[in-house]
C-alpha cells in the first residue's frame, strides 16, 4: 500500500470512528481491537466487541457513493461466521443499525 492510500485510509478510518462516537461506543458495549484499513471494498474501520454472543465483530467500509457498508460476524477462535451485511447505509444510520443488530445500547 503506497503512502497516500494509507494516508487516505487512517483519513477515512478516524471519520468513520468519529461519526460512530466509537469511545463513547467501546465504554458501553465492550470494544475492543480496533483497526483502519483498505480493502477491495475501500477504506474501512473495524472493531471487536465483548458484549454479544451472536456477533462480535463489526466492519464499515466507506463505498464510493459515499455511503457505507457494514459487515457484522461471528469471530470463535480463528473461525469467521458471517451473520449480515448491510449496504448502502447513510452515515447517520450507522449506529441505529448497529443497536439494532446487535441489540446492544450505544448510548445511556
Known sequence: MD?????RSIEI??????????N????????????IGNNEEGAFFCFRFKARSTVNFCRITLRADDTYNMYFCKIHGIRLLHEKTFEMVYFDQLLRI??????LATNL
Do not use: D
Request: hydrophobic share 35%.
Open 13 to 22: 478510518g478516524k471519520t468513520i470512528m468519529q461519526q460512530i462516537n466509537y
Open 24 to 35: 463513547r461506543l467501546k465504554v458501553m458495549v465492550g470494544g475492543w481491537v480496533p483497526a
Open 3 to 7: 503512502n497516500e492510500l494509507k494516508e
Open 98 to 103: 448497529f443497536e439494532s443488530h446487535t441489540k
